[in-house]
């Protein structure tokens, strides 16, 4: 069983940053992909980044140039670096890991972005 716990949701103005963090503890070997996606109200849950063990990324267009994801493999973390927020930015974001092709889920953490 793997842990993920998420921090660093907020309420931020438009245009402004924040820095996701979630950390992975428990059954972690074998884990290669981290990432987040994130659910609006009344959407469906999106890919937003992920990375893999090699440092490969994945972006969804609409966050590009804005959004940077990155790992601490040591410290079992993926960070999500989120500037130049934008109220369609607004989501319950989670994070989420894969081992042996299975996912894994964080509870989320809420990020508001007022105009």
């Known amino acids: 069983q793997v842990q993920l716990v998420e921090s660093g949701g907020g309420l931020v103005q438009a245009g402004g940053s924040l820095r996701l963090s979630c950390a992975a503890s428990?059954?972690?070997?074998?884990?290669?992909?981290m990432g987040w996606y994130r659910q609006a109200p009344g959407k469906q849950r999106e890919l937003v980044a992920r990375?893999?063990?090699?440092?490969?990324?994945v972006y969804r267009d609409s966050v590009k140039g804005r959004f940077t994801i990155s790992r601490d493999n040591a410290r079992n973390t993926v960070y999500l670096q989120m500037n130049s927020l934008k109220p369609e930015d607004t989501a319950v974001y989670y994070c989420?890991?894969?081992?042996?092709?299975?996912?894994?889920w964080g509870k989320g953490t809420l990020v508001t972005v007022s105009s």
């Open positions: 990375i893999d063990t090699g440092g490969g990324t």
């Open positions: 989420y890991v894969q081992k042996y092709g299975i996912d894994n």
């Open positions: 428990g059954s972690i070997s074998g884990i290669n992909v």
